[in-house]
């Protein structure tokens, strides 16, 4: 069974199954109002967008009934062998009806593009972007149901003759769509809350239609999670909120963003205001982690899992930003996430679709939006430069800072990649979802030239010199431990990383450090975290040691091998995560060791080294270097190289002057050289 923490695709279908595609031709690269060339470019979002019947049926109305049809995105774009694009649905189309198995366009989507096309018009002030938006919002509140029991939910699929797909093959949950909160409805208050901000000063009949829309979606939201405010859950022993919309700080995110939008328009507004307090309450409870703690201080996406991490959907932290100078809710979470998590991710090989708690799978326009817009919007809430430095830095993952080394937006045609393996691989492919985030990160780059003209300039694969993870299975076993493979990877809330090793009492695991582990732990120290799974009742005990080439062994901790607490929300019977080990790595250590003391189950070793980097080759033949710190560092960076040190917030702690300044424990460092 699929769900929206899946990625929409199931099924890649041939150009010969799908509606005819019109050739994009390379128009001259579009300017702004100042005459400069920009890069954001709404071709290729335009060529998705078809005219959609919206018939007159119970539970469900259109804005201006004058006008029976509205706009959507067709899902997906599959590129064709010629370089053309033919516009597809979700899942297996019937040719006889012409309906796909999920659905020609989706709410989610629908919602995302007139986003864009709000935060076009802003930017650059066209009026046919404020129409074509208002075309998506009317599609997008005719799949909201508008009367009954489940009034104010949202239909997630519907077909390109206007049907109403109310329950997809393969399933989504809820099932029907509309019959609790969802995904879908959190981005449809996302852009109903920009919308009313959008329209409030010229069109105050759609506003006031707009927000009688949203407080129909709080009404269905107030009879699920906002029902549940107050009510705290446990998931592997850790208190976590009851109150996010299915379950998701990445779904309420996307919702706050709107409230916040409609609050700032109208602020006497208390029904939203209230909605927003607790919401933004209940994510900034979701941050875990910390300086050199997995996952580094990152909003956790969903109460479920207390060891997944993913980069699509998260706007949480992006969201506790902008809501904090309306409500006065605390930066804490926001800053974390912006400036002690994001700099790790770069070091790690950037915005992996998951850590489950192993970095992994590919990379995805929407998890680089999402990085982007939390650092800005947390940079605007602190006025960290910092943060907006490491925004470009980011955002070089469109022009070539990526596993692939290419650039995967083209300014011309406004086309983006599906996405990008970690092998560089890329899915040339370019739907809704990828082309929406990739150009809401254009228009932010085209309202900070400096910070697009960084972003320009990276355009080659970033060398990274970040964590490490060493297998269980390829340590040397004793006392009876042995190499397990489960059945499947996902346990319901993490992914085993391959196979795994059991010890019961007396077993041992001895991990060599190879030649890029011993140089990490002899540069600058590094910590050892034991990915372990950890049982919900009592399981023992294990013991680390270092050893040096000589067979000094240096005490590194112990670390409980069950007492994770009840599983509580979560699917599985303990967790699987990494644990820090109290004591740092010797800088001779050759080896590590574990012996168990009851029941282990032991996945990977992470070693993290004291100071992680990150060298973007520039198309100047210079670099920029990223270096994050998660223990005081004297010498982090190269002499002949400067910049600025930052706190996490992002202001400065100092320049770099030649390679010379101390970066403090959780702070990072720009350099230049």
Same mark, same amino acid.
């Given at each position: 069974?699929?769900?929206?923490?899946?990625?929409?695709?199931?099924?890649?279908?041939?150009?010969?199954?799908?509606?005819?595609?019109?050739?994009?031709? @390379?128009?001259?690269?579009?300017?702004?109002?100042?005459?400069?060339?920009?890069?954001?470019?709404?071709?290729?979002?335009?060529?998705?967008?078809?005219?959609?019947?919206?018939?007159?049926?119970?539970?469900?109305? #259109?804005?201006?009934?004058?006008?029976?049809?509205?706009?959507?995105?067709?899902?997906?774009?599959?590129?064709?062998?010629?370089?053309?694009?033919?516009?597809?649905?979700?899942?297996?189309?019937?040719?006889?009806?012409?309906?796909?198995?999920?659905?020609?366009?989706?709410?989610?989507?629908?919602?995302?593009?007139?986003?864009?096309?709000?935060?076009?018009?802003?930017?650059?002030?066209?009026?046919?972007?404020?129409?074509?938006?208002?075309?998506?919002?009317?599609?997008?509140?005719?799949?909201?149901?508008?009367?009954?029991?489940? @009034?104010?939910?949202?239909?997630?699929?519907?077909?390109?003759?206007?049907?109403?797909?109310?329950?997809?093959?393969?399933?989504?949950?809820?099932?029907?769509?509309?019959?609790?909160?969802?995904?879908?409805?959190?981005?449809?208050?996302?852009?109903?809350?920009?919308?009313?901000?959008?329209?409030?000063?010229?069109?105050?009949?759609?506003?006031?239609?707009?927000?009688?829309?949203?407080?129909?979606?709080?009404?269905?939201?107030?009879?699920?999670?906002?029902?549940?405010?107050?009510?705290?859950?446990?998931?592997?022993?850790?208190?976590?909120?009851?109150?996010?919309?299915?379950?998701?700080?990445?779904?309420?995110?996307?919702?706050?963003?709107?409230?916040?939008?409609?609050?700032?328009?109208?602020?006497?507004?208390?029904?939203?205001?209230?909605?927003?307090?607790?919401?933004?309450?209940?994510?900034?409870?979701?941050?875990?982690?910390?300086?050199?703690?997995?996952?580094?201080?990152?909003?956790?996406?969903?109460?479920?899992?207390?060891?997944?991490?993913?980069?699509?959907?998260?706007?949480?932290?992006?969201?506790?930003?902008?809501?904090?100078?309306?409500?006065?809710?605390?930066?804490?979470?926001?800053?974390?996430?912006?400036?002690?998590?994001?700099?790790?991710?770069?070091?790690?090989?950037?915005?992996?679709?998951?850590?489950?708690?192993?970095?992994?799978?590919?990379?995805?326009?929407?998890?680089?939006?999402?990085?982007?817009?939390?650092?800005?919007?947390?940079?605007?809430?602190?006025?960290?430069?910092?943060?907006?430095?490491?925004?470009?830095?980011?955002?070089?993952?469109?022009?070539?800072?990526?596993?692939?080394?290419?650039?995967?937006?083209?300014?011309?045609?406004?086309?983006?990649?599906?996405?990008?393996?970690?092998?560089?691989?890329?899915?040339?492919?370019?739907?809704?979802?990828?082309?929406?985030?990739?150009?809401?990160?254009?228009?932010?780059?085209?309202?900070?030239?400096?910070?697009?003209?960084?972003?320009?300039?990276?355009?080659?694969?970033?060398?990274?010199?970040?964590?490490?993870?060493?297998?269980?299975?390829?340590?040397?076993?004793?006392?009876?431990?042995?190499?397990?493979?489960?059945?499947?990877?996902?346990?319901?809330?993490?992914?085993?990383?391959?196979?795994?090793?059991?010890?019961?009492?007396?077993?041992?695991?001895?991990?060599?450090?190879?030649?890029?582990? #011993?140089?990490?732990?002899?540069?600058?120290?590094?910590?050892?975290?034991?990915?372990?799974?950890?049982?919900?009742?009592?399981?023992?005990?294990?013991?680390?040691?270092?050893?040096?080439?000589?067979?000094?062994?240096?005490?590194?901790?112990?670390?409980?091998?069950?007492?994770?607490?009840?599983?509580?929300?979560?699917?599985?019977?303990?967790?699987?995560?990494?644990?820090?080990?109290?004591?740092?790595?010797?800088?001779?250590?050759?080896?590590?060791?574990?012996?168990?003391?009851?029941?282990?189950?032991?996945?990977?070793?992470?070693?993290?080294?004291?100071?992680?980097?990150?060298?973007?080759?520039?198309?100047?033949?210079?670099?920029?270097?990223?270096?994050?710190?998660?223990?005081?560092?004297?010498?982090?960076?190269?002499?002949?190289?400067?910049?600025?040190?930052? #706190?996490?917030?992002?202001?400065?702690?100092?320049?770099?002057?030649?390679?010379? #300044?101390?970066?403090?424990?959780?702070?990072?460092?720009?350099?230049?050289?």
């Amino acid at each position: 069974m699929l769900t929206r923490r899946t990625l929409l695709r199931s099924t890649i279908l041939t150009a010969a199954a799908a509606p005819a595609a019109t050739a994009l031709a @390379a128009p001259a690269p579009q300017r702004g109002r100042d005459g400069r060339r920009r890069l954001t470019n709404l071709d290729h979002l335009r060529f998705l967008l078809a005219e959609v019947p919206l018939p007159a049926i119970e539970g469900h109305s #259109r804005f201006d009934a004058s006008s029976p049809t509205g706009l959507a995105p067709w899902t997906y774009a599959d590129r064709v062998t010629d370089g053309t694009f033919t516009r597809v649905g979700g899942g297996d189309l019937d040719p006889a009806t012409g309906h796909w198995s999920q659905g020609a366009f989706n709410a989610d989507d629908i919602s995302r593009a007139a986003i864009v096309f709000l935060r076009a018009h802003a930017a650059f002030e066209e009026q046919s972007d404020r129409a074509t938006a208002r075309d998506l919002l009317r599609t997008l509140t005719y799949l909201q149901v508008d009367a009954g029991e489940q @009034a104010g939910n949202v239909v997630l699929w519907q077909q390109s003759d206007g049907t109403l797909n109310r329950s997809a093959i393969p399933v989504e949950l809820p099932d029907p769509s509309d019959s609790d909160e969802s995904y879908w409805l959190a981005r449809t208050v996302w852009a109903l809350g920009e919308g009313i901000a959008g329209f409030a000063e010229t069109a105050p009949d759609f506003t006031a239609f707009l927000r009688e829309r949203l407080h129909l979606a709080l009404d269905a939201l107030e009879r699920a999670s906002l029902g549940r405010y107050g009510r705290w859950e446990v998931a592997d022993g850790i208190d976590v909120p009851g109150w996010l919309i299915a379950g998701g700080a990445d779904a309420t995110g996307e919702a706050v963003l709107g409230l916040v939008a409609a609050l700032q328009t109208f602020p006497e507004d208390a029904r939203v205001a209230e909605a927003l307090e607790r919401f933004t309450e209940g994510i900034s409870a979701m941050a875990s982690g910390g300086v050199g703690e997995w996952p580094f201080g990152a909003v956790l996406p969903w109460t479920g899992s207390q060891s997944f991490w993913h980069a699509w959907g998260g706007l949480a932290p992006a969201a506790l930003a902008a809501a904090a100078p309306v409500t006065g809710c605390d930066l804490e979470g926001a800053v974390s996430d912006a400036g002690v998590f994001t700099p790790q991710l770069l070091t790690s090989g950037g915005p992996h679709n998951a850590w489950s708690p192993v970095p992994a799978e590919a990379q995805i326009a929407y998890g680089v939006q999402c990085r982007v817009e939390t650092l800005l919007r947390t940079a605007d809430a602190t006025g960290g430069r910092g943060l907006r430095e490491l925004a470009a830095l980011v955002a070089g993952w469109f022009f070539g800072a990526n596993p692939a080394g290419e650039r995967v937006y083209d300014p011309a045609t406004g086309v983006t990649v599906d996405g990008i393996e970690p092998d560089g691989t890329v899915n040339r492919s370019s739907g809704a979802e990828s082309t929406i985030h990739a150009l809401l990160t254009m228009i932010a780059l085209d309202r900070e030239k400096r910070l697009a003209r960084t972003a320009q300039g990276l355009t080659s694969t970033p060398e990274v010199h970040g964590m490490q993870w060493i297998p269980a299975e390829e340590a040397q076993l004793g006392g009876g431990a042995s190499v397990v493979t489960p059945e499947s990877a996902w346990t319901g809330e993490s992914n085993w990383h391959g196979s795994y090793v059991l010890a019961d009492d007396g077993g041992t695991v001895r991990f060599a450090l190879g030649a890029d582990a #011993r140089a990490a732990v002899s540069a600058g120290g590094a910590t050892a975290h034991p990915l372990l799974h950890r049982l919900a009742e009592d399981a023992g005990i294990s013991h680390w040691t270092a050893i040096d080439a000589a067979g000094a062994r240096t005490v590194l901790g112990s670390l409980e091998l069950g007492g994770a607490g009840s599983p509580g929300v979560t699917e599985w019977d303990g967790v699987l995560r990494p644990v820090r080990l109290e004591e740092p790595i010797p800088g001779d250590a050759v080896a590590i060791e574990a012996v168990s003391e009851g029941r282990m189950e032991l996945d990977e070793l992470m070693l993290l080294p004291a100071v992680t980097t990150a060298e973007f080759p520039t198309a100047r033949g210079t670099t920029v270097t990223l270096y994050v710190a998660s223990a005081d560092a004297e010498a982090a960076t190269v002499p002949g190289e400067t910049g600025g040190a930052y #706190r996490a917030d992002g202001t400065r702690v100092g320049p770099v002057n030649r390679g010379r #300044r101390s970066v403090p424990e959780g702070a990072f460092a720009i350099t230049r050289g």
